[in-house]
Structure formats: structure tokens, C-alpha cells
């Protein structure tokens, strides 16, 4: 079965809006078909299987965080709390993007065989960690970040980018809304950044 131009990233970017639109981390197949327009059996042809297609949609959406903190870990015309600040903006901005992301991670962890579950952990929690670990070290030797424990900075990032953006019905209660705005994004990324600079800085302005 051959599919038409297009086909695999249009499933892809379906059942991403989908998962967006619905806040939940599954699909179904007959949706998926008639939201995209194509035959369903393409799931099988270029995913094997509707598990197969939500690691392809983690694996796009993923890459984005960790090839956008190892850029930042190398660059030498920026200090460690611009490159800080810029990595956590990114992140927001993913989970924005993205809101089901880090459930599917999680989801997909849990489910997979070890080693596909070691798959995901090799390429996108053990480089974020190795890169918190670089920038932390990095800041602490010039002398500008309080020495924290890395592995928990992560923990810390990622539930602090993830858990708003996921929370659709708290939205709801709290401001009378079940759309997340570009203006609520904006007042989430300072209030996030506001505590966490904080937090490692040695002297915060």
C-alpha cells in the first residue's frame, strides 16, 4: 500500500490535534480517518499500529526540547542564566504546543516493553538530564547559580511546564475559561520563571 504526499505527517499532526482539542492522550482510529480524510489501514502501513503512531508522535514532538537545550549547552556567546531562561521559555512553549506531552511520555513508559522504555529514556530524559547537569555546573563555576540537585531540577521544569497547560478543566473553574491564551501562556512563562531564576540564582535581582 503506497499513501498519498503527505500522508504520514497528516495522520501525525491529526491525532495531535485531537489529543489537543479532546486533552487526552489516546485517539480513535475511525476519528483519526475521518479528521484526516485518509483510510486508517495507512496507520498500519507506516506505524504498524496505533502504538506505533503515538511513539512516532512523541518522537516528533519531543525532539524539539532536547536538540533546543543541547544548541543551548554549547554555545559560548551566552551566559548560563540566558541560556537558562531561554531552555525554560522553550519548554513552556512545547507544552503549549503540545499539552497531552508529557502524559504520553509517561503513558508510553509505562506501557512499552523495557526496551522500548529504555529507548524513550535514552533519548529524551537522559540527554535533558546530562544538559541540567552541564548548564547547573556551568552556572555554579561562574559563580552565579547555588549548587541544586540537576535530576530534580528536571522534575521541577517539566511539572511546572506540564501540569497548567493539562489542566483544562482547573482552567475552567479557576478563570472562567477552557481556552489557554497566548496571554495566559505569557503570564504562566514570567510566574514560572520568576520562582525558578529565583530559586537557583546566587544573588536574584
Do not use: W
Not at 115 to 137: Q, S, V
Request: glycine content about 4%.
Amino acid at each position: 500500500m503506497n499513501g498519498p504526499a503527505g500522508a504520514r505527517a497528516l495522520l501525525l499532526e491529526t491525532a495531535s490535534a485531537i489529543m489537543r482539542e479532546g486533552d487526552i492522550v489516546d485517539i480513535s482510529l475511525s476519528e483519526l480517518s475521518l479528521r484526516s480524510g485518509l483510510n486508517s489501514a495507512l496507520v498500519k502501513y507506516y506505524f504498524g499500529n496505533k502504538a506505533g503512531l503515538l511513539k512516532a508522535l512523541l518522537d516528533r514532538d519531543m525532539a524539539s526540547i532536547v536538540k533546543s537545550v543541547d544548541a543551548l549547552v554549547v554555545k559560548d556567546d551566552m551566559d548560563p542564566e540566558a541560556k537558562l531562561r531561554r531552555h525554560i521559555s522553550k519548554v513552556i512553549d512545547t507544552y503549549y504546543d503540545y499539552p497531552y506531552l508529557n502524559r504520553l511520555l509517561m503513558r508510553l513508559v509505562r506501557e512499552s516493553d523495557p526496551a522500548e522504555a529504555r529507548r524513550i529514556a535514552d533519548l529524551y530524559l537522559t540527554p535533558l538530564n546530562r544538559a541540567y547537569d552541564k548548564l547547573i555546573r556551568q552556572g555554579v563555576q561562574e559563580g552565579v547559580f547555588r549548587d541544586i540537585d540537576h535530576e530534580m531540577f528536571y522534575f521541577l521544569v517539566t511539572g511546572a511546564s506540564d501540569r497548567f497547560f493539562s489542566a483544562r478543566l482547573v482552567l475552567q473553574h479557576c478563570f472562567d475559561t477552557d481556552n489557554m491564551t497566548d496571554e495566559l501562556r505569557e503570564r504562566y512563562k514570567a510566574h514560572v520563571m520568576d520562582i525558578v531564576m529565583h530559586g537557583i540564582l546566587v544573588n536574584p535581582e
